[in-house]
């Protein structure tokens, strides 16, 4: 589309506009060349300068005006003419962990650098050494630098270890005997059916683990008649069976006549299915006599019956 496709007074309206945006751009850059520098009269400059002259200041590399009057108290002073008014700063001898606000602001320290050393101090953090202060946030190298040599860390705030002899080494207690117990010998004997923990940790490979189990599982059946039961507890050390006997067992006996279905199942010897046809059995057939009334049952083979037959009473 060609300038002159449009109308008459559309040309005269785009010409407007494209010459009224030169005459903006050309004002605006006019003025922003006028502003490039201002305009200091003769006497401004010459009263700035003398003032300058009769405080003694002279610019730092960090453009801060400094002017030195020499010692105060042992320490150097100097002021920075960038604080405000009355502001100066003192170089003596201080300890981070102990210097109050009036003594950091005195040293040079910004308000907000003070509450960070209040605020690092308050949570129990100690400055240990000068090296620590550099971390300080804000710190800056030549500030650290002007301060390093006036740090002075107390003693009182290092660590007590570096001050206080280590205890001496006593010798090793002799080996407790109830929780080290001493094994027994090959020829040596526990009873099963009445040994405690105690006595059960004397056998070689067992260990608290395992006496516990032991006499858990012995809770469980009514007591043990036969040391092959404890392979029934799943990954017992065969090897430990040796050491144990049977003597004159006493079992508690339960009555299958009088349980119910779910304090029937509680027994290692009997599964849910054995209960339920137990129940079955007194309800059709009424009480049981003896074991062998429920041979003719699927859930009870031979086998199931004769180690059943200790813990059972009618």
Same mark, same amino acid.
């Given at each position: ?31 922003? *060349?006028?502003?490039? $520098? ?10 700035? $300068? ?31 003419? *960038? ?54 946030? *804000? ?78 599982? *012995? ?9 092959? $039961? ?32 779910? $304090? ?51």
């Amino acid at each position: 589309m060609s300038f002159f496709s449009f109308n008459k007074s559309d040309r005269y309206a785009l010409v407007f506009l494209i010459a009224l945006s030169l005459l903006a751009f050309a004002l605006i850059w006019w003025l922003g *060349g006028q502003a490039d $520098q201002t305009v200091v009269s003769e006497q401004d400059s010459t009263s700035q $300068q003398r003032y300058r002259d009769s405080r003694g200041f002279g610019y730092g590399g960090d453009g801060y005006h400094r002017t030195f009057s020499g010692n105060r108290g042992g320490g150097r002073e100097y002021r920075y003419d *960038g604080l405000p008014q009355g502001r100066q700063i003192e170089l003596f001898p201080f300890d981070p962990n102990r210097a109050d606000s009036s003594q950091l602001m005195r040293l040079g320290f910004s308000p907000w650098q003070v509450r960070n050393i209040y605020k690092y101090r308050a949570k129990g953090g100690v400055y240990r050494a000068p090296e620590d202060l550099a971390q300080l946030y *804000g710190m800056t190298k030549e500030q650290y630098e002007t301060l390093r040599p006036y740090i002075r860390i107390s003693d009182d705030f290092q660590p007590a270890a570096r001050y206080v002899a280590p205890p001496p080494r006593y010798a090793k207690s002799p080996r407790d005997s109830v929780k080290y117990p001493t094994k027994i010998g090959l020829n040596e004997k526990v009873v099963l059916n009445t040994a405690d923990t105690t006595q059960l940790k004397k056998v070689p490979g067992i260990g608290s683990g395992w006496a516990r189990q032991i006499v858990s599982y *012995g809770r469980l059946l009514g007591g043990y008649v036969d040391v092959a $039961q404890l392979t029934e507890i799943e990954g017992f050390p065969k090897e430990a069976l040796a050491y144990f006997v049977v003597q004159h067992p006493h079992t508690q006996k339960m009555n299958l006549n009088q349980l119910t279905l779910n $304090q029937l199942r509680r027994h290692p010897y009997i599964n849910f299915f054995q209960a339920r046809a137990i129940c079955d059995y007194r309800r059709l057939h009424g009480r049981l006599d003896n074991l062998n009334q429920l041979r003719l049952l699927s859930d009870f083979p031979p086998e199931a019956i004769q180690r059943l037959e200790p813990y059972v009473t009618y």
